[in-house]
C-alpha cells in the first residue's frame, strides 16, 4: 500500500517508516511516544483499552527482511497465515478509516475557522468603508469651507 502509516497519537501524528508500537486495539505509536505513554500507564493512549498482556504492545520494524518474513511464518499452517493476513488487512481497514475521519475533522475545522475569518473580513471591510465615508464627508467639508474661504478672499480683493 502506498498509505504511510502515522503515530495515532494527535499531538503527534508524524509517519512512521522504520519501527513503530502497535497495540491489540489496532492503534500504532512512534516509538518516542510510545516510550512516553506506555510509561505511565499500560492503556491505550487512542482509545484507554487495557494493555494488561506483554503481547499486547509490540515494537515491529514496518520493513522487516524477507528471510524474517520467512522465519516467522514458516512452519504455520496456512490457516494460521491466513488469520494473521485478516487481522492486518482489518489492522490497515482500520488505520485508513481512522486518518479518513481525522482528516474530515480536520476540513471541519478548518472549513468553519474560514467562515469565522470571512465574518471578520467582512465586518473589517464594512467598518473601514464606513471610515472612507465619513473621511469624504470631511474632505467634501473641507473642500467646501476652502473653496467658500477663497471665494471670500477674491471677493475682498475684487473690492
Avoid at 511516544?33 to 514496518?62: I, Q, W
Avoid at 482489518?90 to 482528516?103: A, D, T
Avoid at 478548518?110 to 468603508?129: C, G, P, T
Wanted: proline residues 3%; negative net charge; aromatic residues 6%.
Amino acid at each position: 500500500m502506498d498509505t504511510d502509516l502515522k503515530c495515532n497519537h494527535l499531538n503527534c501524528r508524524k509517519p512512521l517508516i522504520d519501527k513503530a508500537v502497535v497495540t491489540t486495539c489496532s492503534h500504532i505509536f512512534c516509538v518516542e511516544c510510545a516510550n512516553e505513554l506506555f510509561n505511565a500507564s499500560r492503556l491505550c493512549p487512542a482509545c484507554e483499552s487495557s494493555l494488561s498482556e506483554p503481547d499486547d504492545v509490540v515494537v515491529c520494524s514496518l520493513h522487516p527482511t524477507d528471510d524474517y518474513k520467512t522465519s516467522v511464518l514458516s512452519g504455520l499452517s496456512p490457516s494460521i497465515i491466513m488469520e494473521i493476513c485478516s487481522r492486518s488487512l482489518s489492522f490497515w481497514q482500520y488505520q485508513i478509516h481512522q486518518e479518513s475521519s481525522f482528516q474530515q475533522a480536520v476540513s471541519r475545522n478548518l472549513n468553519d475557522r474560514n467562515a469565522q475569518l470571512q465574518k471578520q473580513l467582512e465586518n473589517v471591510i464594512r467598518e473601514a468603508n464606513g471610515e472612507i465615508r465619513l473621511l469624504g464627508d470631511k474632505i467634501t467639508g473641507a473642500t467646501i469651507y476652502i473653496d467658500r474661504y477663497l471665494a471670500s478672499l477674491r471677493a475682498r480683493a475684487g473690492a
